[in-house]
């Protein structure tokens, strides 16, 4: 097992013992786990378990008494079923092999280390295989373990936790644009930081101002008022994930070329005739995409308006650019006050990103909405599809 987890004192007891481990994204998967099938057959299968790493470095207890199991039922060699291993079927890719089962078999005392973890299970199943072969599940190995193609520079144990290791496929391979890092375009960066994507690039050509620390997600960092924004998030982001670009740059017709390989594009943009060449450039390349925006104002006392997220699709693009405001600001309109809320940008990020991800299948879509607005007044969510 080639990671430097492997000289942590509870893994390094599974080692000495001559079990062959590996650690495959935020898993500990054990090889060579031999069990009998019902016609008393030797065969060989895989057990994983979730990693709890409260730092990249340190290893913690198990999260709970449970394991993944990539065989048949194991048997006794009489043919009768093992009881109590829970076998509640699942699907789950780990690296290269899909994990068919679920095990639960909780001991009073429960699992304070890793060790003790996976000596129950392998005793519990292997024990009637090695006692009619002669075999040993303990057989040293190694494995080369697959390419670690996450984009993350540390290991995706929330995924792992939340099984949604499979559903990451769904995205993975997307190279992502985000065009406006504002108030709600910081939090779409944010989000889909976060996410498994293979790239993203973020566009802004604006410093980092005061006031944009009121509409930042996380922290403000407080020496950095007068930077760019691209480098101010590119420092934030950076130490955190792979295949994260920034362009101090505005973006306009003409810039076709910058979009060649992205795959999907989140425009947060304010300006009218800006976001009416993107919407063009992006649909004529066949890039499906996400414009975001809201209309709040201050009437009677307190704040009002409507927040919308539109998607455009090649299906979709022909009514959605109806959706979204074209218009040039003119002498008039610079006497309005166009107020965005930290809350409002975070909320119109969140639904932005979700409808991307339900275009992807990540999540259910039942509605299949092109457009949205939510109504802050009414907390009224009006679709169209």
């Excluded at 107020?339 to 119109?348: F, H, M, R, T, W």
């Amino acid at each position: 097992m080639s990671n430097a987890l492997e000289n942590h004192d509870d893994l390094k007891r599974l080692i000495e013992r001559d079990y062959a481990l590996s650690i495959v994204g935020g898993h500990l998967v054990v090889n060579d786990v031999y069990y009998l099938d019902s016609s008393g057959e030797l065969h060989k299968g895989r057990l994983a378990a979730k990693l709890n790493l409260p730092t990249p470095e340190t290893l913690g207890s198990p999260y709970n008494h449970q394991m993944y199991w990539s065989g048949a039922n194991a048997h006794y060699a009489d043919g009768t079923a093992i009881p109590k291993l829970g076998t509640g079927t699942v699907s789950l890719p780990i690296g290269d092999t899909t994990y068919v089962r679920h095990l639960s078999n909780k001991p009073e005392e429960g699992f304070a280390t890793y060790s003790l973890l996976v000596e129950h299970y392998v005793s519990l199943i292997s024990g009637p295989a090695e006692q009619k072969y002669g075999v040993s599940s303990r057989t040293g190995a190694t494995y080369d373990v697959p390419p670690d193609t996450s984009p993350f520079k540390v290991r995706d144990t929330f995924s792992a936790k939340a099984e949604i290791m499979d559903l990451n496929q769904l995205v993975a391979g997307d190279r992502v644009a985000v065009i406006g890092l504002g108030g709600t375009g910081a939090f779409v960066l944010d989000f889909i930081v976060k996410t498994p994507v293979a790239t993203i690039d973020a566009y802004d050509f604006d410093t980092f101002k005061v006031h944009n620390g009121f509409r930042l997600p996380g922290e403000v960092p407080m020496n950095q008022f007068g930077h760019l924004k691209t480098d101010v998030l590119r420092r934030k982001y950076e130490p955190f994930r792979h295949g994260l670009t920034f362009h101090n740059k505005r973006i306009s017709a003409g810039d076709e070329a910058l979009f060649t390989d992205i795959t999907f594009a989140f425009v947060c943009i304010d300006d009218g005739e800006a976001r009416a060449e993107i919407c063009e450039m992006l649909t004529g390349r066949g890039i499906d995409f996400i414009d975001v925006g809201m209309g709040v104002e201050k009437e009677e006392g307190s704040l009002d308006g409507l927040v919308r997220t539109t998607l455009f699709t090649q299906a979709s693009a022909a009514k959605a650019i109806e959706e979204v405001p074209l218009d040039r600001r003119t002498d008039e309109g610079a006497y309005r006050t166009f107020v965005q809320i930290v809350e409002l940008n975070a909320l119109n990020a969140a639904i932005a990103v979700m409808r991307y991800k339900q275009l992807r299948g990540f999540y259910t879509d039942e509605a299949g909405y092109r457009n949205s607005l939510i109504s802050i007044g009414s907390s009224n969510w009006i679709g169209d599809a």
